[in-house]
Each structure stands twice: as C-alpha cells, then as structure tokens.
C-alpha cells in the first residue's frame, strides 16, 4: 500500500510553449547578447554543470562575462513560456486528501523554484527537493531518497509520477518506489520497469489510475 505520490516537473505537470532553441534565441535578444553557440553546446555545457544551483556556470562557460544577463533572461523566458497541464490542480487537490503529495524536480534550484512560483505551486506541495541544490540529478538514488525523507514515507510506500525513461522511471524503481510513465505525442515510449502508464492528454484519470495499481498491488501482496 502507497501512501505518498511524488511528481517530476517538466513535461509531467507542466510544459514550455516553445522549443528550447527559441527559448535560447528569444533570451538572447532579451539580454541583447550575441547567441554565438547552438543547442548542442547549450546542452553539453548543461550536463557538465547538472549540479549546480543555477545556471549561471553553465552560460559562463558559453559567453564569459555576459553571463548574468543571459542567465537571467533565460529564466524569464522559460518562466513566461510555462503552462500547467490541464486538470493539474484539480488532480492534485484530490489526492491530497488521502496522499502526501511531493515534488522531486531536475535542474537548478533557483531557476525551478521560480518556476513554481509562476504556476502557483509555491505552496501547492507538501515536499519539494530540487536535485539541482543537492548535486543528486535523477536518476541518482539519493535525490529519490531526499524527497521521501521530507515527505516522512518509505520508498515503497511512494509512487513516482514522471516522463522521463531513465531519469525518471528507471531511477525512482531502482530506489524502491512504484512507478507511473507519463506519455505524449512524440516522447518516449513506455520502459518496462513501469508500473502503470498514463497518457498526458488523459492526466485527470490519473486518481483512478493511482487506485487501480493500489488495488493490484493490494491483491499481488
């Protein structure tokens, strides 16, 4: 029996209305920076600095001294382009009545913390651990372990919500909480260490989708 449901963030519960190349051009020009580097260097810088609390490191390495600016603007712009889900709140305020209910989030702190506040999650969340201010990127164990540590629940009384294959579904499994893959037009197919899947466009059935793996579990016990 699970008695917490924790979620990932981006592209979970909410998206970017725009690809990530026109997110970098757009802070470009919102910082009135030259963009002398493209999508791949943006990401391989990214992964060097996964850890961080921001990303500022990350544009340093990109544009040097421009780099406030930029990292500054990029936040705005990811900030303006985010948009919930549909049915997020409803879904979250009906299980939290009967669930702890968390948030285990990818990327730096500060940047998915002003995320939050944009949505109005700030407070929407009995838990939030952003691996970005811990150094643990998913699908390091320990930043599973952190969020159920702050919601108080075991890993196997806890579902992890979320998209990603290997950050997500792969890394909450290996640390011992149940599994729900999140799936959309164009993303990655189902992993079979998947203990149910929902598809997005479908997320307010995902109470009863949460009550049906809690029966199956009940009755394989």
């Not at 970017?16 to 190349?21: G, M, S, W």
């Not at 952003?130 to 390091?140: H, L, R, W």
């Amino acid at each position: 029996m699970f008695t917490a449901v924790v979620f990932d963030l981006d592209d979970t519960l909410a998206v970017t209305e725009a690809d990530r190349t026109s997110l970098l051009e757009t802070a470009a020009d919102r910082a009135s920076v030259p963009l002398t580097f493209g999508r791949e260097a943006y990401l391989e810088a990214h992964s060097e600095h996964s850890g961080t609390e921001s990303r500022l490191p990350v544009f340093e390495s990109l544009v040097g001294s421009d780099a406030p600016e930029l990292t500054r603007a990029y936040r705005e712009t990811i900030g303006d382009a985010l948009a919930p889900i549909e049915g997020v709140e409803a879904v979250l305020s009906t299980l939290q009545a009967r669930y702890r209910v968390g948030l285990l989030t990818d990327g730096p702190g500060e940047t998915q913390h002003d995320k939050l506040r944009r949505l109005g999650w700030s407070d929407a969340f009995d838990a939030v651990v952003v691996t970005g201010s811990i150094g643990a990127p998913k699908p390091d164990r320990r930043g599973f372990e952190a969020i159920t540590d702050e919601l108080a629940v075991r890993p196997e009384e806890t579902v992890y919500v979320g998209d990603h294959p290997e950050r997500d579904i792969v890394g909450a499994s290996a640390a011992g909480l149940l599994t729900v893959q999140v799936q959309y037009d164009d993303g990655p197919g189902p992993h079979p260490d998947a203990d149910a899947t929902i598809r997005r466009e479908e997320f307010d059935s995902l109470p009863l989708r949460l009550e049906t793996l809690r029966r199956d579990r009940a009755d394989d016990a």
